[in-house]
C-alpha cells in the first residue's frame, strides 16, 4: 500500500507542478506569474521528499522559494514600471515556440517508449544529510558561500534598478 500511495503523490504533485509552470507563462499579472512559480517550486520539493531526500527538499524551499522568489516579488515591486497597467505583454514568437514545443513532445514521447527502464526492487535509504552537510562546508564551501554573495548582489541590482526609475519619474 506505501508504493501505491507514492505513487498517486507522484501523480498529484507532478500535476500540480505541471499546472502551476503554466500558469507562471500565461498569467499576466507578474506577481500572480511569481507566485505560480513559488508554487511549483514547493511541489518540486514535495517530488523531492517522495524520493527520500528530504535535505535537498529543505534547500528548494530556502533557496528556491525563500530566496529566488522573495527576490523576484522584490524586484517587481520595487520597480515601479513593471506593474504599470499602461505595459501590453505581447510574444510575437508563439507560432515557432509551439512547433518546437511539439517537436520536442513528439522527441519526449519516442525517447521514452523506446528506453528500456530498469527498476531496483528495494531501495537502500541512507543518511545522506550529514554527509552533504560535510561536503558543502568542506569541500564546497567556497561555492556555498559564493551563492549567498550572487543573491545579495541581485538584490542590490534590484534597488539600483528601482532607485534609478524612482528618479526617472520625478
Not at 8 to 19: E, M, S
Not at 129 to 139: A, V
Request: glycine share 6%.
Amino acid at each position: 500500500m506505501e508504493g501505491i500511495g507514492n505513487i498517486i503523490t507522484f501523480y498529484i504533485l507532478a500535476g500540480i507542478a505541471v499546472i502551476s509552470a503554466i500558469l507562471v507563462i500565461s498569467l499576466r499579472n507578474l506577481v500572480h506569474c511569481v507566485l505560480s512559480l513559488a508554487l511549483m517550486m514547493l511541489t518540486i520539493a514535495g517530488l523531492y521528499i517522495t524520493l527520500f531526500a528530504e535535505f535537498i527538499a529543505m534547500v528548494q524551499v530556502l533557496i528556491y522559494v525563500g530566496a529566488v522568489v522573495v527576490l523576484f516579488l522584490f524586484l517587481i515591486m520595487l520597480t515601479l514600471r513593471l506593474t504599470d497597467k499602461g505595459i501590453k505583454q505581447t510574444n510575437e514568437q508563439k507560432g515557432i515556440s509551439f512547433i518546437f514545443a511539439g517537436l520536442f513532445l513528439f522527441l519526449l514521447i519516442t525517447v521514452l517508449n523506446r528506453t528500456n527502464w530498469n527498476t531496483a526492487q528495494e531501495v537502500e535509504i541512507s543518511d545522506t544529510t550529514s554527509k552533504i552537510g560535510n561536503l558543502l562546508l568542506t569541500t564546497y564551501v567556497l561555492p556555498f558561500e559564493l551563492i549567498s554573495v550572487v543573491l545579495l548582489a541581485c538584490l542590490i541590482g534590484a534597488i539600483v534598478i528601482a532607485r534609478r526609475e524612482e528618479d526617472k519619474k520625478e
